[in-house]
């Protein structure tokens, strides 16, 4: 119990830091995006699959504070991998404060992370189903989509984001375990993922799969990860054609650079996003909870006739 209320406080309290007073989706707010978040980064030193709450000097936001729902989901269920940290947190905070209630995966030593997730969600008066194991497991992936069929009581939302990426510089010393894991994660999972959870969908249903922005413009150092996220990108827009007389929609979403955990699980260092910053028309890396509204777009009613789109997230340096 102290850990967790120590790993709330920090993350209220760095996500304050981060941004101030500004809210997300605050009625007559405006927001300079150039200034909204510091430009300067400092990452933390950590192996995969890395935690949320060792970032102490440079927040992540995941719109603990930041975010501010409108009821654009309300009485919905959603399913979303990865939901423990980063851009899977900010979409179930999201999910959450716009009405839906949420089941989310990660991995059990992430259990700390996602303590957090659980937290912010059931503050939102929204049920949270929290349910841990790898899905490079075909059995606990099937196990997942079941589980959190029979706890929501239905799935009308499914957020396929978790993923994998470990930096290699030159394929001849690229070893096949860390490309096995890439493409378990990123590409067997979402497909094993989809399969159960379709006939288990009704007419309305949303799917949003986590694309990146290297699935067009590639990454010498992430070459395979790169090849996974063009694969989700154009998998969601065969399925999106296939699943369309279904009343079904389906759509990805490609951030770019993005302040989370994952930087640093994929070997990612200070003085590497650095050197990557000033390439970047807006010198900074962007937050998570700046995807999420994105997020809750594809996954609202509202949305009827959006199916068969790779939403560009990373900017105007953005490949899409």
């Given amino acids: 119990m102290y850990q967790l209320k120590v790993i709330l406080f920090l993350a209220t309290t760095l996500a304050g830091l981060a941004h101030g007073a500004a809210k997300l989706n ?14 300067n980064v400092t990452l933390p030193t950590q192996a995969w699959p890395g935690l949320q709450s060792n970032w102490k000097v440079t927040p992540i936001d995941s719109g603990e504070t930041s975010y501010v729902g409108t009821g654009r989901l309300k009485g919905r269920k959603a399913l979303i991998t990865g939901g423990d940290s ?3 947190r900010a979409v179930a905070i999201a999910f959450a404060r716009e009405g839906a209630d949420v089941a989310f995966n990660y991995l059990e030593e992430e ?17 949270v189903f929290p349910i841990p194991g790898d899905l490079r497991n075909e059995s606990f992936c099937v196990h997942l989509v079941q589980q959190a069929h029979k706890s929501l009581d239905g799935i009308d939302i499914f957020v396929s ?25 990123n590409i067997y999972a979402p497909f094993f993922l989809t ?11 949303a799917i949003i799969f986590t694309s990146s922005d290297t699935a067009v413009a590639g990454n010498e150092m992430l070459v395979d990860y790169a090849a996974s996220k063009a694969y989700l990108a154009t998998f969601s827009r065969g399925l999106a054609r296939q699943l369309w007389p279904y009343g079904i929609r389906v759509n990805a979403v490609a951030p770019g650079p993005t302040m989370t955990n994952f930087l640093t699980s994929q070997g990612e260092t200070t003085e590497s996003i650095k050197a990557l910053l000033p390439g970047l028309v807006t010198g900074r890396l962007e937050q998570p909870v700046e995807l999420a509204p994105i997020y809750v777009d594809l996954a609202e009613d509202v ?13 105007p340096s953005g490949a899409f």
Avoid at 29 to 36: K, N, Q, V
Avoid at 196 to 205: D, E, K, R
Avoid at 307 to 315: K, L, P, R
């Fill in 26 to 39: 605050t009625p007559g707010s405006i927001i300079d995006p150039r200034t909204r978040y510091p430009t």
């Fill in 161 to 185: 984001h978790a993923g994998y990426s470990m930096e290699a510089s030159y394929i001849g010393n690229h070893a096949t375990d860390t490309f096995n894991q890439t493409i378990q994660t």
């Fill in 303 to 315: 949305s009827s006739y959006t199916s068969g789109s790779v939403y560009g997230a990373s900017g």
């Fill in 111 to 127: 259990d700390s992370d996602a303590q957090v997730t659980i937290h912010y969600v059931k503050e939102a008066g929204r049920r």
């Fill in 86 to 88: 980063g851009i899977g």
């Fill in 195 to 205: 399969r159960a959870i379709v006939p288990l969908l009704q007419p309305g249903s």
